[in-house]
Each structure stands twice: as C-alpha cells, then as structure tokens.
C-alpha cells in the first residue's frame, strides 16, 4: 500500500499483515525501475533469458526481498 506514514490510527487495523510505501521510497522504487528498463535498450529479446533477467533484478534491488526490506514498512498500531 502507498500511503503518506506507516502508522495506524487506534480505529483502524487491517487483518492481515500489511507493508506501507510512503512517498520518498515510492520515488526511490521509481528510479530503480527505471534504471532497470534502461538495460534492455540495447538488448537482443531473442537471447534473453529468465536467468539475465533475475540477475538484473538483484542488481538494481527489486528482487522481492530486497523491495520488502528496503522501500516497504511495517505498519505500526497506535492503540
């Protein structure tokens, strides 16, 4: 979820676990994603394959585990 803080006011909850994107690790995610599609400006689609790809997507961080841990937050109960 896209959302401008993590916390969580004491009315609200979720059931289950959520992860909050605020808006500076939205761009930061934006400027990753971008600099991983300027790989394949030059790239032959013919020869590509899953491997080059997964290997692409760990070195610009957006394997799944590096977009958890390192744009998305916990959320935070205020109860």
Request: no cysteine; glycine share 2%; charged share 25%.
């Amino acid at each position: 979820m896209i959302h401008p803080t993590n916390a969580l006011q004491s009315a609200g909850s979720f059931l289950q676990k959520v992860e909050i994107m605020r808006v500076n690790e939205l761009k930061h995610f934006i400027s990753r994603v971008r600099i991983f599609f300027k790989q394949f400006e030059n790239q032959d689609f013919t020869n590509l394959s899953a491997s080059h790809v997964q290997m692409l997507l760990n070195r610009h961080s957006l394997s799944n585990k590096d977009l958890l841990k390192d744009v998305t937050k916990s959320v935070k109960n205020n109860k």
